[in-house]
């Protein structure tokens, strides 16, 4: 496809003029008909804005009723446009990616829940995106503003998740990454007894969503945990379905821990991550008889597996945990399920992260062009290359994966292995080699 990647379609904030968003809406129609009705919603960057306004032009140009709720996490939209009665949501966000970008996720109705778009959707999409056709747009008038509504029943649903959860003697550090989360963290936290200590939630349309924040940049949070003497602390992307923490002396405690954690507490016998999976867990998994289904990255992919196996939990090492009965990651829910383990076991974080021992890992990111990301999947000469790589890590009990990013224009090379030096060198070494071939 064209414009849909990993996680829907992303790109510079710019291409998302008025005819292509006029597309979106109508490549929709001609997916689902014109009696649909769309939940629109988006994370704080200061493009999402106007980005809502001229989605709501094109909905009144189809004839098509929808709703706004403004700023609202990820997973708050998907939860609560099947509630509302949508058939889809459209989610304004780029995720991780710095202010200047934007994207469009899709959600349509499941059996029982919101899912991400299928292939049909997208598809649909992508043939009104490549057409000629000209629209002329209607201006759209003052709809109800449906956020505090959402917000509520967003809430309601963690709440009742959560069930008796009394988090009173934890001191936690959250960082909100000046995204979606902003606007519900800090009471939700504190619904629950907890102690939030509160970074970077400016819940206004801005520039600085993810700038050195958030769960991109863990700096700022172990700053905090360590200066205040924190018991632990949570990090949000952008959009917030994604969570990453650091334990009381700073350390990351990333997805991988987490599902180790989660698998543990839950006591699961099946599990499904992606090939991004630290070797340390895959190696947990293996030895307590877990199975792990293995998909490509995205947490779409993740939850596709859960659907067609039956799986209850899953996630990716870099923060996106689907949790049971939970159809996309829910980086507040997930901390507020973690924070209730460690409440409940009186453990701290740093002793439940040892239950897997993590290999060394090392990602080493290569700048490439799309026409470059082409070349390398279809090349004979990239495939004897990474043949030859994946033998020499093989000798040295060690596992490669290279592919190029769905979200950014880049090469993803990520080494395993037991000595951290010598992937790296390795690393390095398949770097510059890939770079001469493309």
């Avoid at 599902?259 to 099946?270: E, F, M, V």
């Avoid at 829910?330 to 399920?337: F, K, W």
Wanted: with cysteine.
């Amino acid at each position: 496809m064209k414009y849909f990647g990993t996680d829907g379609i992303r790109q510079e904030s710019t291409k998302f003029t008025t005819d292509f968003l006029t597309k979106i809406i109508k490549g929709l129609i001609d997916y689902a008909g014109d009696e649909i009705k769309i939940l629109l919603g988006g994370d704080t960057r200061e493009s999402t804005e106007w980005i809502l306004a001229d989605l709501e032009s094109a909905c009144e140009t189809f004839g098509i009723e929808y709703g706004n709720v403004g700023v609202l996490p990820t997973p708050a939209i998907n939860y609560c446009f099947y509630q509302m009665g949508f058939d889809f949501a459209i989610d304004i966000t780029a995720s991780h990616n710095p202010y200047q970008d934007n994207g469009i996720k899709i959600f349509e109705r499941g059996s029982s829940s919101g899912q991400k778009l299928c292939s049909k959707g997208r598809e649909a999409i992508e043939l009104a995106l490549a057409s000629t056709e000209e629209y002329h747009l209607t201006s759209s008038t003052l709809r109800e503003n449906l956020h505090n509504e959402a917000l509520g029943i967003y809430e309601e649903h963690i709440i009742n998740y959560l069930g008796n959860t009394d988090l009173a003697n934890l001191n936690i550090g959250i960082d909100c990454a000046n995204g979606a989360n902003s606007v519900i963290a800090k009471q939700i936290f504190k619904y629950f007894g907890a102690h939030p200590h509160i970074i970077n939630a400016d819940t206004s349309y801005n520039t600085k969503i993810n700038a050195n924040c958030g769960s991109t940049h863990l700096e700022s949070l172990q700053n905090l945990v360590t200066e205040e003497h924190l018991d632990f602390g949570v990090a949000f992307d952008g959009d917030g379905d994604r969570c990453l923490m650091v334990d009381n002396s700073g350390k990351i405690i990333d997805g991988d821990h987490i599902l180790a954690i989660l698998t543990s507490h839950l006591n699961l016998d099946k599990i499904a991550t992606t090939v991004m999976a630290n070797q340390g867990l895959l190696n947990w998994l293996k030895d307590n008889q877990i199975e792990a289904e293995i998909t490509a990255v995205g947490d779409h992919n993740v939850a596709e597996a859960m659907r067609e196996h039956n799986i209850r939990l899953g996630g990716e090492q870099s923060g996106h945990i689907i949790l049971p009965e939970e159809t996309t990651g829910d980086g507040v829910l997930t901390a507020l399920m973690i924070s209730k383990i460690i409440a409940e076991s009186t453990e701290s974080l740093n002793n439940l992260a040892k239950i897997i021992t993590k290999f060394p890992q090392v990602i080493v990111n290569m700048p490439a062009t799309q026409k470059q990301k082409q070349t390398f999947k279809e090349k004979d000469l990239v495939k004897e290359l990474l043949l030859d790589y994946n033998s020499k890590l093989t000798a040295v009990e060690g596992r490669l994966l290279v592919r190029p990013s769905g979200t950014e224009p880049l090469i993803r090379i990520t080494m395993w292995g037991k000595n951290e030096d010598t992937i790296s060198q390795l690393a390095n070494e398949l770097k510059n080699k890939l770079g001469e071939i493309l």
